[in-house]
Nanobody
Framework: QVQLVESGGGLVQAGSSLRLSCAASGVTFSSYRMGWFRQAPGKEREFVAASRSGGTTYYADSVKGRFTISRDNAKNTVYLQMNSLKPEDTAVYYC????????????WGQGTQVTVSS
């Protein structure tokens, strides 16, 4: 049974920082690609960042330079450090996982709310 459990969301002011965590179980974490996505009210879910098993990272242009994805394979946990938050970063943030053989992210967490006030 694969489980992804996010934590760390909250209400902050613009310019603040937050760190999201996602604890994974039921997967061989070190060999999985891990990602963060977000969905704002009335909008489609969008890619935020991803970390390949080998350590390569990818970011959406909208967060590049402000957000950092990292992973601790010993703890089966992936993080999203979010700095210089903007009101437009307000969304539900989802953690996702995919194996190397999968064509797309196949496992999803329940999401954590991030609200940035102006």
């Amino acid at each position: 049974q694969v489980q992804l459990v996010e934590s760390g969301g909250g209400l902050v002011q613009a310019g603040s920082s937050l760190r999201l965590s996602c604890a994974a179980s039921g997967v061989t974490f070190s060999s999985y690609r891990m990602g963060w996505f977000r969905q704002a009210p009335g909008k489609e879910r969008e890619f935020v960042a991803a970390s390949r098993s080998g350590g390569t990272t990818y970011y959406a242009d909208s967060v590049k330079g402000r957000f950092t994805i990292s992973r601790d394979n010993a703890k089966n946990t992936v993080y999203l450090q979010m700095n210089s938050l903007k009101p437009e970063d307000t969304a539900v943030y989802y953690c996702a996982a995919r194996s190397n053989s999968a064509r797309d992210f196949e496992y999803w967490g329940q999401g954590t709310q991030v609200t940035v006030s102006s």
